[in-house]
């Protein structure tokens, strides 16, 4: 069983900057490719970027790539989404996700996620 437990979502102006965690509980952390996803009113949960197991690969959705950065500390268990440039279109809740299947490769579609956090809202004003 994993527990993942987001931060550092907020209010940010656009053009800003916002840095989300997700701690992850349980030793196979770092075995597991990580992801982010992200849901605003009224819209399905999208894909946002992806991390494998040792942070060696990653994929970003074409909306957020060249302004997000995905990095993970397996010391600390912990995953990162670095945004940068941040839109109003940007605004929504975020959520990362873990794939349990070991060592396996970083992945965009949501169903081959096992566990999810309980997201974090982050909101940019225009």
């Known amino acids: 069983q994993v527990q993942l437990v987001e931060s550092g979502g907020g209010l940010v102006q656009a053009g800003g900057s916002l840095r989300l965690s997700c701690a992850a509980s349980g030793r196979t952390f770092s075995s597991y490719a990580m992801g982010w996803f992200r849901q605003a009113p009224g819209k399905d949960r999208e894909f946002v970027a992806t991390i494998s197991w040792n942070g060696g690969r990653t994929n970003y959705a074409d909306s957020v790539k060249g302004r997000f950065t995905i990095s993970r500390d397996n010391a600390k268990n912990t995953v990162y989404l670095q945004m940068n440039s941040l839109k109003p279109e940007d605004t929504a809740v975020y959520y990362c996700?873990?794939?349990?299947?070991?060592?396996?490769?970083?992945?965009?579609?949501?169903?081959?996620?096992?566990?999810w956090g309980q997201g974090t809202q982050v909101t940019v004003s225009s």
């Open positions: 996700a873990a794939d349990s299947n070991p060592l396996g490769p970083p992945i965009s579609a949501m169903r081959f996620y096992d566990y």
